[in-house]
């Protein structure tokens, strides 16, 4: 037995436990203390930062020359920027759309140097105080800030400006961060730029609120150090008082100069614009796909127009915050008119483009209109013009088709050099981020190997395994990658340089606006209404040329989008409807023994009363021999007669109902016979109602490429070429030669009159069912069709191919199954037996023909293989 403890011994080791288990408890609520206050820590608000102590001091005095005169330049502004009491007071359009737009408003006076301030205040909120953060419902907005001449009027916009906005963040391009407080309606709000490079705080802006500091002294961004700044204001669903001196609303804790009553040597000014008895409004001229819009922007550019458009408006809408969804794309994509898909029906329903419309006449201001489709109609130039009355605005059309002068060409080249500069950064910095993701990948790799040895090392050690110490790997700093070779700056190839226009990735205009429109497009002239017509890169008669001549070659390839049937079509095709319908009513009637003797009786009984009214004469006049005579005559005549089928002339036949025997033209019709009289008859009609309906002698009929199109706008149906087991158009009508060619220039057009009567579609068609009958006969198993019968609604069957199949009758020996006679139009020598399939094949192909013998009314029965 072990030996027992001593007490003492026992009581010491008891105390240990408990002094150890107290550290334990304590240890553990510090580490929960800690715990808890990096949570609070996480969870609290950012703070708002410490007033800062005033380093600013009074300014001291200046008797240098001062500014003339500082006051916002509402030439340089949205044109919702609505001034009032004097250009004091800024209010703005808020109608639809228009809340959700961003005014904005560059003063006429920018800081070079010195510390001078200017005041805002919110006199008024447009919209509800609250508001419950979604992009479908308009909140108020306030920025004030400072920009550069010619830079984005909207503050947030770009890097060449900086501002406080109204929810205390300082903003400079994408960066927006807690800089200060919030200010509210009635605040008197003051910003503050020092350019004074003796002050501690030089080139910085800072925030007050009611002649309170708001903000620390926030350092100038890097691109606006060295420039003149310029007051800017951008705001939106608010009335704002703008005060720019000489005295403030709201005293400083420092005297401090306003901007107006800043010396003329720390400021400059913008010249204004040479004023005009009139202003200009430009409606551009050109043609889709021939540098239209890059021509508009460097148009706007230099003449400091606004654009009036509805791709401006979406910019508009871009700049003020509003997320659009994907890129267009589709056949309703273009730049002339883009679709509004904010999700937000006031942008949606384009009633900023309304409001834009209705005030753009009352503003003082030049204007440029590229509306590419509409410019090129005369109806709509005429409308347009009458939004810009004459006694204000100089009216002028700039005519851009053809090869472009010089400036644009050199313009093009520069775009596309930039497109291809950009294209080459992005796939280097993409290989750079790719390389630093491998870089790391095997860093982390790398490391985790080091740590499983480790592990597997301390498991031995426990173990009781010796293991022999590695020695301390030398942690060696990361490679860097080497130094790529500088690649070399893109360049345009020698084809890029000859390149009059660049190539979008959306089209000018969409393609069905284009097919509606392109044939009325014209040129503008001073009879118009314009004060001056101006053809930038051509002469006028190489401009009308071109465009002529372009017109011309659209029309091979758009579809008319407005065409609809006439009249007379539609009355042509209901009769045809119900023609066809008596044929295969009579080769019914002519195939059923019972039906075919009445048909001969009716006949008989039509003769003897052509005679009727002869004969009573003669009964009359006493002569009743002569008279039974007649009559006998006329009955003799109306019995079937002997008829040499084979050597019969198709087209010399009078009635195809009757060729003489009491048999119709069409009485071996079968299910393909039928369908190349339709298709016979529907392309013939159609060809010629499309020449008549549209009218126009430059486009006398259409391509290949658009008769599916014409066909089911005229026929209410869809064209289905598969169905004649055919692949091209052009196969199935070289089978109707006869009827339809295609011309050199592609148009298909008809080879017969348009007042041809509907028998000699019969007659075309059974001589085509002989020639292929004969070339049967000789070998030639091409010759046959092989058409897909459409099921009949209704049909028993087992819904795949329209019926079971039934075995194939044997080979007749005549044409209507009856007994050889060289009296009778049953007399050829066999019947053509015609065949159904998926695919028309030059191939030899196993012979089909339909299980019922014949045609039967109903388009026969079904069919079998043999």
Known sequence: MAPKEEPATVETKEEEKKEEKKEDKAEAKKEEGEAKAEDVEMKEEPKEPEPPKEQEVDAPADKRAKVKKVSLNFDDSTMNVMPTAGGRLLRTLSEGGMSYLLASVRCDTGIKSGRYLFEARIVENLVDGKHDGSATQPRGLVRLGFSTAGSSLFLGDGPLNCCFDSEGFFVHEKSRKKAGKKFVADNTVGVLLNLDSSSPNANTISLFINGERASQPTPLPQELVGQPLFPTITYKNVSLEVNLGPSPRAELPFKCRMLSAAAAADVEAVKPAASADKQTVVFPVGLPGQGYFDFVDGFAEKAGSTELSDRQILEWAGKSGLWKGKTQSGPAASTDKPEAKFGIPALDDWSVRRVLKAIAPALQRSYIVPELKANLLATEREKALKHFPAQDFKRKAVVVMGEPNADFKARVQ?????????????????????????????????????????????????????????????????????????????????????????????????????????????????????????????????????????????????????????????????????????????????????????????????????????????????????????????????????????????????????????????????????????????????????????????????????????????????????????????????????????????????????????????????????????????????????????????????????????????????????????????????????????????????????????????????????
């Open 414 to 866: 520069k775009l596309l050099l930039s497109e291809k500069t950009a294209k080459a950064e992005a796939e280097k910095k993409k290989k750079a981020q790719e390389a630093e993701r491998k870089r790391l990948l095997e860093l982390k790799k790398k490391k985790a190997e080091e740590a499983k040895k480790l592990k597997e090392a301390a498991q031995k050690k426990k173990d009781g395994v010796e293991v022999e110490e590695a020695p301390p790997a030398e942690e060696k700093e990361d490679v860097k990658m080497e130094a790529e070779e500088p690649e070399a700056a893109p360049e345009l190839t020698e084809e890029e340089k000859k390149l009059w226009y660049r190539k979008t990735t959306t089209a000018d205009i969409s393609e069905n606006a284009l097919s509606k429109a392109y044939s009325s497009f014209s040129l503008p002239s001073k009879a118009e209404g314009f004060d001056e017509v101006t053809f930038l890169w051509q002469s006028e008669a190489d401009c009308a040329a071109l465009l002529r001549k372009w017109i011309l070659e659209k029309k091979l390839t758009q579809r008319a989008e407005d065409l609809q049937p006439g009249a007379g079509f539609k009355e042509s095709w209901t009769k045809w409807q119900k023609t066809l319908s008596e044929f295969k009513t009579r080769q019914s009637q002519y195939k059923d023994p019972s039906k075919r003797k009445a048909l001969q009786a009716k006949k008989v009984e039509a003769a003897k009363k052509a005679v009727a009214e002869e004969k009573e004469k003669l009964v009359k006049a006493g002569d009743e021999e002569a008279a039974n005579a007649l009559e006998a005559k006329a009955v003799k005549e109306a019995e079937p007669k002997e008829v040499d089928v084979e050597e019969l002339d198709v087209f010399g036949v009078t009635d195809v109902m009757d060729i003489g025997n009491g048999a119709p033209l069409f009485e071996n019709f079968q299910y393909e016979d039928w369908t190349m009289l339709s298709t016979r008859y529907e392309i013939h009609l159609l060809l010629h109602s499309f020449k008549k309906d549209l009218n126009d002698p430059d486009r006398p009929g259409f391509t290949e490429q658009h008769f599916g199109y014409y066909y089911n706008k005229y026929f209410r149906k869809n064209w289905n070429l598969s169905q004649f087991g055919m692949e091209k158009l052009t196969d199935l009508l070289d089978l109707m030669k006869d009827t339809v060619v295609v011309e050199s220039t592609g148009f298909l057009k008809p080879e017969q009159a348009e007042d041809t009567a509907v028998d000699n579609f019969v007659k075309l068609t059974e001589d085509h069912r002989r020639e292929r009958e004969r070339r049967v006969d000789a070998g030639d198993e091409t010759a046959q069709l092989k058409f897909t019968r459409t099921v009949a609604a209704g049909a028993k069957g087992n819904g795949k191919g329209g019926g079971k199949s039934a075995p194939a009758p044997t080979r007749p020996s005549s044409y209507g199954g009856g007994s050889h006679s060289n009296s009778s139009y049953g007399a050829q020598k066999r019947s053509y037996q015609p065949t159904v399939s998926s695919s028309y094949s030059a191939s030899k192909q196993p012979r089909t023909s339909y299980g019922s013998g014949g045609y039967g009314g109903g388009y026969g029965g079904s069919y079998g293989r043999r």
